[in-house]
């Protein structure tokens, strides 16, 4: 294991990723000899990296040179880029670690477009619901943006996405190519009645959050990601808070899949009065400890969280971490349990491998990894809830600010 991370920090074979910049896509023709030499480049790359950096020198109990040199040959034969990134990453999954994957070069551009608030968008949010008894995962329409396409297709909350030009939703969204195409979307709603609309994606700023006050006073603060322009937006909003001040925030990070740890320190700063530790990383250089940043503005008020099954990595370090302290409620359904953190590296043909690169344990020692956390008050949300447009998720979290509130 020593042995790995000093070879690690001598050179590493990919470069970095620059989070700031948009990737060059390189995208030979499928089937040519061009095609099949950048597999090759990319795959070997990618094995070499992973080798040098990933966090757990065992890999899991797998032999993960000889698998990955084993697969090889099935992977770089692939004569699109559609069919290697599925091959690449099937080797990659071998790990079973949810952090380490290898992103599309069309996938990356469309993840750093929106990052970098020049996506495209339909202009919709979905709410996505599993079955705890089949597992069957279905996607139903959470909110529509005013503007956006699905808007002015007359799109309503609570449709359930049937498919999308034929496919499933889960299936069409991996494919990154949105910009300049129509695209049929097939619905239906809470009567069953079919609904079938023509939607082209278009270029929307980037919707940082979302700041909403309920009618008892609450302030609900949705956020999707954790970055420098989010903490921005949160301290903006918790600075307003001092001269309008409502009886609780609930912070609402269903969905949200995670960020920058420095980003994360930030946030979660911004709800305690003076640095604290939020957790541990560990690599094979030793441990140290990740303590946040108190924030431009401190929320010393009631506050709840409401988490969904999809919230990830950092969020769940903030859910933990407000859990762990004290300092307010966590309301819904356990997280992701994907708490490992991952570096970026910049793929020859525009694509990004990301890699686990070393533990995290909470300030008092619990793995998040594959656990998740757990909510304090547990609501989980019903076909029936999310065809009629109620949300219990958020109204407990709502009521449990309140009763924080009243006890203060």
Same mark, same amino acid.
């Given at each position: 294991m020593a042995?790995?991370?000093?070879?690690?920090?001598?050179? *590493?074979?990919?470069?970095?990723?620059? #989070?700031?910049?948009?990737?060059?896509?390189?995208?030979?023709?499928?089937?040519?000899?061009?095609?099949?030499?950048?597999?090759?480049?990319?795959?070997?790359?990618?094995?070499?990296?992973?080798?040098?950096?990933?966090?757990?020198?065992?890999?899991?109990?797998?032999?993960?040179?000889?698998?990955?040199?084993?697969?090889?040959?099935?992977?770089?034969?692939?004569?699109?880029?559609?069919?290697?990134?599925?091959?690449?990453?099937?080797?990659?999954?071998?790990?079973?670690?949810? *952090?380490?994957?290898?992103?599309?070069?069309?996938?990356?551009?469309?993840?750093?477009? @929106?990052?970098?608030?020049?996506s495209p968008t339909f202009g919709f949010a979905e709410n996505v619901v599993r079955s705890r008894s089949t597992g069957e995962v279905q996607t139903f329409i959470g909110r529509v943006r005013e503007g956006g396409a699905a808007h002015d297709a007359g799109v309503r909350p609570g449709w359930r996405i049937l498919s999308v030009d034929g496919r499933s939703w889960e299936a069409w969204e991996g494919r990154g190519d949105r910009d300049g195409k129509a695209y049929e979307f097939r619905f239906d709603d809470a009567a069953g009645r079919l609904h079938t609309r023509t939607l082209e994606a278009r270029l929307m700023p980037r919707e940082l959050g979302t700041a909403t006050r309920t009618a008892d006073g609450v302030l609900v603060l949705r956020f999707m990601s954790f970055d420098a322009p989010t903490a921005? @937006?949160?301290?903006?909003?918790?600075?307003?808070?001092?001269?309008?001040? #409502?009886?609780?925030?609930?912070?609402?990070?269903?969905?949200?899949?995670?960020?920058?740890?420095?980003?994360?320190?930030?946030?979660?700063?911004?709800?305690?009065?003076?640095?604290?530790?939020?957790?541990?990383?560990?690599?094979?250089?030793?441990? *140290?400890?990740?303590?946040? *940043?108190?924030?431009?503005?401190? @929320?010393?008020?009631?506050?709840?969280?409401v988490q969904s099954s999809l919230s990830a990595s950092m969020s769940e370090v903030l859910s933990a971490t407000i859990q762990e302290q004290g300092r307010g409620r966590v309301v819904g359904q356990t997280s992701a349990g994907r708490v490992v953190d991952t570096v970026a590296f910049a793929l020859p043909d525009g694509g990004q491998l990301l890699v686990g690169e070393s533990e995290f344990r909470t300030a008092r020692g619990a793995v998040l990894e594959g656990r998740g956390v757990v909510p304090d008050i547990v609501v989980v949300p019903t076909y029936d809830d999310l065809r009629h447009g109620r949300d219990p998720m958020l109204d407990a979290a709502v009521r449990a600010a309140l009763d924080i509130s009243a006890t203060r």
């Open positions: 042995t790995v991370i000093g070879l690690a920090g001598a050179c *590493h074979p990919l470069p970095y990723e620059n #989070p700031d910049s948009l990737p060059v896509v390189v995208s030979p023709p499928d089937g040519s000899p061009e095609r099949l030499a950048m597999n090759a480049r990319v795959y070997d790359a990618v094995m070499r990296t992973v080798e040098l950096t990933f966090y757990d020198g065992t890999f899991n109990g797998v032999d993960f040179r000889a698998e990955a040199a084993a697969r090889r040959a099935n992977a770089v034969a692939k004569p699109d880029e559609a069919g290697f990134y599925e091959a690449l990453n099937g080797t990659l999954n071998l790990l079973e670690d949810g *952090h380490t994957r290898a992103v599309r070069p069309t996938d990356n551009l469309l993840n750093k477009r @929106w990052r970098l608030q020049t921005d @937006w949160l301290e903006n909003r918790l600075a307003e808070t001092q001269t309008d001040r #409502p009886r609780a925030v609930v912070l609402d990070i269903r969905g949200n899949g995670g960020g920058e740890t420095r980003a994360g320190a930030r946030i979660i700063g911004s709800f305690f009065s003076e640095p604290i530790v939020s957790g541990y990383v560990r690599t094979i250089l030793g441990k *140290h400890p990740d303590k946040t *940043h108190p924030g431009r503005v401190t @929320w010393d008020g009631p506050l709840t969280i």
